[in-house]
């Protein structure tokens, strides 16, 4: 497609729940990337990925966050007992070959609310 | 709400009048540069770019210029219209690194 999807749009969760979260790069872009934006401020970076390959996961915290992207299948971000400070929206970007710098482009964000 | 307590810095600006909106990033190492603009319930939409071997490059209504001695990044965006009110964010990017590292919105509201 021509703009990165992502579902779902909101989730719920009560603390200690499992969420898992999708993105659609566009297609023919090699690069995708996590990241996670609370109170409508400052992004965090998570995780990236070239094709199906983690690139850099310095973003992630890895108790309790996982990440993938398979062939043919959407990238999905999962958070395993999900913790209040979960809550954010998390956006997922995608970009062309080209070592990764090149224009992000960004999905809508799925907004995860832990209650 | 999802933005108690939040203050971003706001530029107030008449409609047809210039914006300037001013970023300081923190890595000297950094060599990419875009600002975003972010409306209420999207995803951050890329407005103009630029690399670190130049210092101004312009766009269509929007002007980046990159200060690397004081490592200093504006956007300028002319004749502002409605629909430019948004939250602006700058990202610098390393070589040899490609996550992007944000920095703090800045709201810019359109007076009509």
């Known amino acids: 497609g021509e703009e990165v999807a992502q579902t779902p749009k909101h989730l719920v969760r009560g603390e200690g729940q499992k969420a898992k979260l999708y993105c659609a790069p566009i297609?023919?872009?090699?690069?995708v990337f996590w990241y996670q934006q609370v109170l409508k401020n400052e992004f965090k970076f998570l995780i990236s990925f070239q094709n199906e390959n983690v690139f850099d996961e310095t973003g992630m915290p890895k108790e309790r966050f996982s990440a993938k992207c398979l062939p043919n299948s959407p990238c999905s971000l999962e958070i395993q007992a999900t913790k209040l400070e979960d809550s954010a929206v998390y956006f997922c970007?995608?970009?062309?070959?080209?070592?990764?710098?090149?224009?992000?482009?960004f999905g809508p964000g799925t907004r995860l609310t832990v209650t | 709400g999802e933005s108690v307590g939040l203050h971003l810095p706001t530029l107030s600006v008449q409609e047809g009048d210039n914006s300037i909106i001013n970023c300081a990033y923190s890595?000297?190492?950094?060599?990419?540069f875009i600002w975003y603009k972010q409306e209420s319930g999207k995803g951050p939409q890329f407005i103009i770019d630029i690399r670190s071997n130049m210092d101004k490059r312009q766009g269509q209504r929007v002007t980046v210029l990159l200060n690397k001695t004081v490592k200093h990044l504006s956007l300028q965006i002319a004749a502002t219209q409605p629909g430019d009110s948004a939250v602006y964010f700058c990202a610098e990017n390393i070589y040899g690194n490609n996550r992007l590292a944000f920095g703090k919105g800045n709201q810019v509201v359109v007076i009509p």
């Open positions: 297609k023919g872009h090699s690069y």
């Open positions: 890595n000297s190492a950094s060599d990419y």
């Open positions: 970007a995608s970009s062309r070959p080209g070592q990764g710098r090149d224009e992000q482009y």
